[in-house]
């Protein structure tokens, strides 16, 4: 699924807001702020997140799963492991 680091990294990238991602999802903006609040994986009901993958998408995020490769073009950043070089 999604990190709360990766939610706040691809609003970054596309240059939104919690309230602007929470109306493009169609979700509250409470929603937004707890799933950015949480420490790792996002938890929650699976349409939530499903509606916020899915706007974040269509902003022009892709998402990058753990130890997945990027094999599209374009910009991107990926957080390394602590202790790689």
Request: glycine share 12%; charged share 20%.
């Amino acid at each position: 699924m999604i990190t709360a680091q990766q939610m706040r990294a691809a609003r970054a990238l596309v240059g939104i807001d919690q309230k602007t991602l929470a109306q493009r999802a169609s979700v509250s903006l409470p929603t937004i702020q707890r799933m950015e609040a949480s420490d790792g994986v996002v938890r929650g009901v699976v349409d939530t997140l499903v509606k916020v993958i899915q706007a974040l998408e269509e902003a022009g995020v892709v998402l990058i799963g753990e130890g997945q490769a990027s094999a599209a073009g374009g910009r991107g950043v990926r957080l390394r492991e602590p202790g790689e070089g």
